[in-house]
């Protein structure tokens, strides 16, 4: 039996009107972005660790539980943050 010729398929290429201009490239994140970000990690497991260590008498003795919202708060910030790097 006779093999079957083979068809290659054109490359598409959009028009010009389509093609994405070099102005709405997206910018590269700034430097102070990553370096915040972890940061706040930082801060929030040193924060919760100092809590647990202690049982609760600093960071602050008063807020009580309200330090376990400080330091995951703290990174959720950093996640919030971390959601805008490129």
Request: net charge positive; proline share 9%.
């Amino acid at each position: 039996m006779p093999k079957s010729t083979v068809r290659k398929k054109k490359v598409y290429t959009p028009p010009a009107e389509v093609r994405p201009v070099e102005a709405t490239r997206r910018k590269p994140s700034p430097s102070w972005l990553p370096v915040s970000a972890v940061a706040l990690i930082v801060f929030g497991i040193a924060w919760l660790v100092v809590f647990y260590i202690t049982t609760g008498d600093y960071p602050v003795a008063a807020w009580g539980y309200l330090n376990l919202v400080v330091g995951f708060g703290a990174m959720v910030g950093s996640l919030a943050i971390l959601s805008r790097w490129r």
